[in-house]
């Protein structure tokens, strides 16, 4: 893959990242671009506070070191055939994904301000496949053990069926390396030269799914002891000594106060599984070239997968259309005995959630 830029077509290289005088990619912008290289350079200057020593940005011939065949030049890597589908017209997904990518840019420009400059440990869901060149930021509810599942099984020879593997190994700590893990240098090659993409859902229907998976099942005993007892102590007057010793009750109206509480941030950062998506990615500091919805799962899965080059890797089977629908209706079911104030409140907490990835407020709100 080299680093100087060609004509544009199917056989062309993209131009290089976070190096000034970027060639002009056609439909895909300059300015997406640029912004990729500018978040790069927020990010070094970020790591410079916790006093690393950030190198400039390597030739390409710098990248041989991550140990990647296509980076080799062996085969052309994810964001190259991103790049070729953008440059023609044939392909309505990557039409999609232009868009999307085009929208999370003017939203992140119309709705942010300063932001804090990010650290290591920001990027703690950023999970990385240097075998494949990907970069992977997992949400919570959003269809990430499949996703870590699918990554497990590109590592694999002969590309295992991700659906075989358990869900508690794809969780396992360590099985999947982090973008944090890497030194300040390493972090900059692969945000130059990686395909970036994360998965979102509609911010209320994730929630209700949080709620339902870790308070409602009793699978999630540990879970509940955890933070169960914690929301029933804090928030539940006169509460039964057994609440408070397993934390298996909680209802729905507790678990949002509980959230909206000050003293939850304010003693520790949320749990993944209801924290913010833009709070775990931060798509307005890292350029995502793909933003998959959990709406339209099977299409953008396949369309990742065909990237990497593993059509024949099936992405575990979505929810069926039937089961999405039952989903928003579990939702309108638990938020229809929310009070329009907290209703309201919620909102605000998720606002950016829903202006970032280009959601509408549910139908069932009572916001007014």
């Not at 060609?6 to 895909?28: I, K, N, V």
């Not at 990248?63 to 790049?83: D, F």
């Not at 044939?90 to 085009?102: K, T, W």
Request: a positive charge; hydrophobic letters at 40%.
């Amino acid at each position: 893959m080299g680093r100087r830029a060609t004509g544009a077509g199917p056989g062309s290289a993209p131009p290089p990242r976070g190096t000034p005088g970027l060639q002009r990619w056609h439909r895909m912008g300059r300015r997406c671009w640029r912004r990729r290289a500018l978040a790069a350079a927020c990010l070094s200057a970020a790591l410079l506070l916790l006093g690393a020593a950030i190198r400039a940005l390597l030739p390409e011939s710098g990248n041989k070191a991550l140990g990647s065949g296509w980076l080799g030049g062996k085969k052309r890597s994810p964001l190259q055939m991103l790049y070729d589908l953008d440059q023609g017209s044939s392909s309505a997904l990557a039409e999609v994904h232009r868009q999307r990518r085009n929208m999370l840019r003017r939203a992140c420009s119309r709705h942010t301000r300063r932001q804090r400059l990010l650290q290591p440990e920001d990027l703690r869901h950023v999970l990385v496949d240097d075998a494949h060149g990907l970069l992977y930021c997992y949400v919570p509810k959003v269809a990430c053990t499949n996703w870590k599942r699918v990554l497990l099984a590109l590592r694999s020879p002969g590309a295992a069926d991700p659906q075989a593997i358990p869900a508690h190994q794809a969780h396992a700590p360590g099985r999947l390396p982090s973008l944090a893990d890497f030194s300040p240098a390493e972090i900059n090659r692969r945000l130059r030269a990686y395909l970036t993409f994360l998965f979102v859902r509609e911010p209320f229907e994730r929630l209700a799914s949080a709620y339902r998976n870790k308070f409602a099942r009793p699978y999630s005993a540990a879970f509940q002891r955890l933070y169960g007892t914690r929301i029933v102590r804090r928030l539940r007057p006169r509460p039964h000594p057994d609440a408070l010793a397993r934390g298996h009750d909680v209802r729905f109206a507790e678990f949002l106060a509980y959230l909206l509480d000050p003293r939850t941030r304010r003693d520790e950062p949320f749990n993944e599984h209801w924290e913010r998506a833009h709070a775990l990615c931060h798509p307005c500091r890292l350029r995502y070239d793909i933003v998959g919805k959990f709406e339209t799962l099977a299409e953008d899965a396949a369309f990742v997968l065909g990237l990497v080059g593993a059509p024949g890797l099936r992405f575990p089977a979505p929810p069926p259309r039937a089961k999405a629908a039952t989903a928003q209706d579990q939702a309108m079911r638990l938020f229809q005995d929310i009070s329009p104030f907290y209703q309201r409140r919620l909102f605000d907490l998720y606002k950016m959630d829903f202006l970032l990835f280009n959601y509408s407020a549910p139908s069932y709100l009572r916001l007014h």
